[in-house]
């Protein structure tokens, strides 16, 4: 299905250029978006010429019906317009000629917005009174230093993302001086901002996925039977799995190099009549887990065991699906598709038949987090992100998003912050178990 999304693509590359360089019209007059205030650009800072990719203004149906029933309609004050800047690496070449100027390693940030397209068009269903502009962010980090300049970003009260890490980062410092919201839809990075309470990290961080990962098994099996395992230079991520109630769980430490398991003694870790746990916080060494995998098969004979690792072991392709099955592999995940889902299923159909292509996790992830960007601005408007730690979690398309205050490191600040707090992080993690030949939820 790849070519006839990206010759979609193509025709999207031109519809965006001719956004850039076209006048926006509309039908009526906006009500005027809520303020909040923010320092005026300096003078001596140049203003830029990089156009924004695209400009949408979306309204509520002028034909929605009136409420049941013969009582006369009052006149209510017009819903507010917010103003949301989605910053996205389109990768666009614009001394390309139109329509042969999207890169295949667009196609993430395309799938992002054609997901979060939809969103908005839901949002406009419900009136929601947004205008979004579309910026690509390119790759280097001075063309996206210039971007930070452009009077439209600036006009943005909520920007959704960028999406690498020195993007956010740069975005993050910005945003602290002009008190812009900053909804990160990708990078579980931590650490990215500090003191900056209007910073929402959608994807769950190491720390995150620790905490539940420990959690799970601390609700099942005894802590003196589980073992995080890792290579010695790796030794510092066993923190993030620790339980954090006084209780240890052991750790291994293997070599860095070579044959890591042939002086590892793994029988030392099974006790008469009890499963052993064992935990790898690994996620970019193959080598590594089909070793470890190896190694606990050939010595438990027989005896219960379970596995956690983390969620890039999915992607992992010389691994055979027995060692998943056989030693009881479980993985945490920032999302979960049910594919049985009524709601999943729908979000599918429209979006192949508006582009023709089946959607990727990247465009679930754009209208999960557009959608909900909007329905918090609907419910608390601009102070959404002070309810957010307060409030049940919310449900989207990829499952839950569970909002918590990080710590702040060092003194407390002097600023307007009234919380000691760097910044939101959703910490709601699945735990997946390997069974029928998929990860599915473990129960």
Known sequence: MKQPFLGALCLFATVLLWWACTPARRTTPPSPAPQRPAPSRPADRPVPTQQPMDTIRWKPAPDARPPIGDVPSRPTAPAATYRIALLLPFLTD???????????RSLPALQFYAGATLALQHLSETGMNLEVEVLDTRLNDSDF????????????QVVVGPMRPSHISLMAERAKQTRQIVV????PTMALTRQNPDFIQTMPSLRAHGAAIAQHILARYRPENVSIVLRRREADRAVFFQPTDGRRFSEILTPDEGQFFDKIDL???????????????????????VAFLRKLNAVRRGRPVVVYGMPQWRQFENIDPEYFANLNVHISSAAYLDPTSDAVRTFQQAFYDAYGTVPDDDAFNGYDVLLLTGQWLQRFGLSFPQHLPTEPPFNGLRGAYRFARVPAEGPAPS????????????TYVHILRFQNYRFEPAW
């Open 145 to 156: 230093q210039r971007l930070l300049d452009h009077p439209r970003l600036q006009k943005a």
């Open 184 to 187: 990160s839809p990708e990078s």
């Open 94 to 104: 614009l001394s390309e000629p139109q329509g042969s100027a999207v890169p295949d």
């Open 267 to 289: 029988e030392a870790c099974f006790r008469p009549g009890q499963t052993a746990v064992f935990v790898l916080p690994v996620w970019g060494s193959q080598d590594f887990v």
């Open 415 to 426: 600023e307007r912050l009234s919380a000691h707090y760097d910044y939101l992080e959703n």
